[in-house]
Structures are given as structure tokens and as C-alpha cells.
């Protein structure tokens, strides 16, 4: 019979935005784990994965053999009867570890109905047919655009400044619906890149415009952040990417301390700016990028512009207030260690289990789940007891549990946890 505990190997990437060598926790945690992972400071290393997904794989530890393969031979016994009769037989969730030194590209996550159409047209665009809603978990001070602001907010900020009249549909109602501001993202998408740099001009250097005769004497003007403008224009310094004028005056940007977390549903767009964060998603990898980005991997000819404008959608749920996620008290700890991130959908939920440094080590003990887990040491060390075995944790160790095994962990010193369940 098959171990229902063991341990895995992550593995790391290296997209541009990541923060370099010994900077990037996504590295350093790959390194204490994946056997012949050497980070070198001149590169970038942007996510860590330890799901089954097929891009980038995590292994078990002690064998080389893939999770997806071990999985699939023993699909009773590691996946569990409620994944197999209501998901896919597979990992239903696949999580990582990302450190973000710039922005990562300004996206959206096709609902299922739109990526099932993009994957029937454009396999290799859209790998799979199934949505891809995440949550985010800040490890450290997170800087994040996400959702967008209310149209109180952008409306005014477009009527006050002169700059960006010309993004304003001839015919816009006042006040604005959501068809007004897809158009206005429709036209920041698609301006050339001098309309982008005059813009991003204009904007830098006149922050607040004199109130001119069109608009309300009693409404203060808006005003663009021209410390964040500066910043994302050394980013993304390349003038034909739209995605500084996108974010800025359209999308919320938030600040979360560790601990905190975001729920970005299907078709919401989001573009993460700086930190490290555990995220994690329905299994998938359909992602449509329209700024932010090397324009070689944007979705820039003008149809896929398109599908990225018409999908999205304007509903409440994308608002600052609904895009956090909060956390409660797991019912599954028997002590009250264990807080449960539980995003609206049914493939996962995200467990985090902190143990503080009193002497001899606190203890939780989880009980256990009808579906799989993986779990990583985000912090500290400590051991684990799980079906009959009781194992030393350290600081990047990930473990695979199976569905009815439950977890006991005892930290040395402190020690923090992270785990997705289904
Ligand atoms: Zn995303």
C-alpha cells in the first residue's frame, strides 16, 4: 500500500518580475527542499509550485516521481471519494509561494464558459478548459491592485483631468454605467504608445488640474498618485504599455500585512505589485494579460484585447471591500490554532497554522479531512505526526496528507504552516 504521508519537492520559476537570488523567498524555501535547486543572484525567481499541475511539478521527495503520477495510480487511497464524484481525479487546487519585486502582469481568469471556448480555439494559449479563481495570502506587506474602484470615483477623476478626456466615449451617460468604463478601458488598451506617454506626461506634472467650467466648483479634484506613477513607470518604462494609466485610474490599490488575504474571483482584474505571498487557485493556468508585461506574451493583437475587455465584469464582488478574505477559526484544530481562509468555491480552502515560540513549543493537532492536502513550512521548524509517523519539519518542508489522515504538529520555537485542503 501507498504511504498517505509523504514528502514533496517544489519547483521554481523565473519570470521577470521575481525578486532576485537570496531576495526571493520562493527561492530560498526551493532550496531547503528541492534536491540540486541553487539559487544564483543574478536571476529572478518569481513562484515556487508544489501541485500537480504539469508546468512546474512537484515531486516526492525521496523517489523523483511525479505527484500527477503517484496520484493517479492511487486515486482511492491520496484523492478520496469526494473529489472523485464531484471534481476532476486530480489536485483540484494548486498552490505556490511567489516573491514580487514589480509588478506581474495586469490579468484576468476566464470564467469556466469563456475558457472552455479559448481552450477549444487556442489549446496552446489556454492550456485548460477550467476557471482559475485565487486567493492571496501576505507572508509580508503586499501591495496589490485589485477590483475596481466604484464609478463615483473614476468618473470624476477622468472629467477633472484634462489628459484623459480623449479615453471618454463621445456618448457617455452621466453618470457613467459599467459600458462606459469597459469602453474607457477599451480605449487606455488600445492607445499608441505617444497617446500613453503624453498621458502619463500630462499626469505626472499636473497631478491636480485647475478646476475648469465643466466640472463642479464644489467637487475637490481627484487625485493621481504620481509616487506610485513614478514608481510603475521605471518598471514598465516601455511607453505602448498601457497598464500604469489601467491600474491608476481604474483598479483599487491595496496594502495587506502578513496574515491578510484577497479573494480574486473569476473575470475580476488584478495586477500584484511587491511582496511575498502563498497563493492559490483552482487548478489551472488560463490567464489573459493585457499590461504590465513583455509585449511578446501580452494579448495584444487586438482580438484577444477584445476578449479581455469584454470579460470583464463589473459586479460588487470585485470592490476593495469584497476582494479581502478574511480568516476564522478552524473548526478542524483542536486547540484554536488553526485559521481556514475560505474562498466562495468548492475546490479548496486554505488552512494556516501558527505555533509561537513558548518553551517546549505549542501544539495543534487537525483533524482529519475527506480530501487531500499539501501543506508547507512557511516559518520555523517543529515535527508532525501523521499516520503512525512522526517526522521533523523544517523551514520550506511540503507534505503531502491524504484524505483521513489527521495532522498533529509541535513547533520548536515557532513555526508557521500553511495548507490547502479541499
Ligand atoms: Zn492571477
Avoid at 477599451?186 to 467650467?213: E, K, M, V
Avoid at 494556516?352 to 520555523?380: F, N, Q, Y
Amino acid at each position: 500500500m501507498t504511504d498517505r504521508v509523504f514528502q514533496l519537492s517544489g519547483t521554481c520559476n523565473n519570470y521577470p518580475w521575481g525578486k532576485h537570488g537570496h531576495d526571493s523567498l520562493a527561492a530560498r524555501l526551493c532550496q531547503k527542499t528541492t534536491p540540486g535547486f541553487q539559487i544564483d543572484d543574478s536571476k529572478p525567481y518569481s513562484e515556487l509550485w508544489f501541485g500537480d499541475y504539469p508546468d512546474f511539478p512537484a515531486r516526492v521527495l525521496t523517489t523523483g516521481e511525479a505527484l500527477a503520477d503517484i496520484l493517479a495510480r492511487n486515486k482511492e487511497t491520496l484523492l478520496g471519494d469526494k473529489v472523485l464524484t464531484t471534481l476532476d481525479p486530480q489536485l483540484p487546487f494548486l498552490p505556490k509561494i511567489l516573491s514580487i519585486a514589480k509588478a506581474l502582469p495586469l490579468q484576468i481568469h476566464p470564467d469556466k464558459n469563456l475558457a472552455a471556448q479559448l481552450h477549444a480555439k487556442d489549446p496552446s494559449s489556454f492550456p485548460d478548459p477550467n476557471h482559475k479563481p485565487e486567493i492571496a495570502i501576505a507572508l509580508s506587506d503586499f501591495e496589490v491592485f485589485a477590483g475596481f474602484q466604484p464609478l463615483s470615483q473614476i468618473e470624476p477623476l477622468f472629467r477633472h483631468h484634462p489628459a484623459l478626456h480623449q479615453f471618454i466615449p463621445a456618448d457617455a451617460p452621466r453618470p457613467w454605467t459599467n459600458t462606459t468604463l469597459r469602453a474607457v478601458i477599451h480605449a487606455l488598451l488600445h492607445a499608441d504608445p505617444a497617446t500613453i506617454h503624453q498621458t502619463q506626461h500630462a499626469l505626472l506634472h499636473h497631478p491636480t488640474p485647475t478646476p475648469s467650467p465643466s466640472n463642479d466648483p464644489h467637487q475637490k479634484p481627484p487625485q493621481i498618485n504620481t509616487t506610485l506613477l513614478t514608481r510603475l513607470q521605471t518598471q514598465y518604462p516601455s511607453a505602448s504599455d498601457p497598464g500604469t494609466l489601467v491600474a491608476l485610474t481604474t483598479l483599487n490599490f491595496l496594502t495587506l500585512s502578513p496574515g491578510s488575504a484577497l479573494y480574486i474571483p473569476a473575470d475580476a482584474p488584478h495586477a500584484y505589485l511587491s511582496g511575498d505571498i502563498v497563493e492559490c487557485m483552482a487548478r489551472s493556468n488560463n490567464v489573459l494579460n493585457a499590461a504590465f508585461c513583455d509585449p511578446s506574451q501580452r494579448v495584444q493583437n487586438n482580438k484577444n484585447l477584445e476578449v479581455f475587455t469584454e470579460a470583464l465584469t463589473f459586479s460588487k464582488a470585485h470592490s476593495k471591500e469584497d476582494v479581502i478574505l478574511p480568516s476564522v477559526v478552524s473548526k478542524r484544530g483542536r486547540k484554536g490554532r488553526i485559521q481556514v481562509y475560505q474562498p466562495p468555491m468548492r475546490e479548496f480552502e486554505m488552512l494556516r497554522v501558527e505555533l509561537g515560540g513558548t518553551e517546549g513549543g505549542e501544539e495543534e493537532e487537525m483533524e482529519a479531512g475527506d480530501g487531500p492536502g499539501v501543506m508547507i513550512v512557511t516559518k520555523g521548524q517543529g515535527k508532525m505526526e501523521a499516520d503512525g509517523k512522526v517526522v521533523g519539519l523544517a523551514e520550506g518542508s511540503i507534505w503531502f496528507v491524504a484524505p483521513g489522515v489527521g495532522v498533529k504538529w509541535k513547533a520548536e520555537g515557532e513555526m508557521e504552516v500553511f495548507m490547502a485542503v479541499v
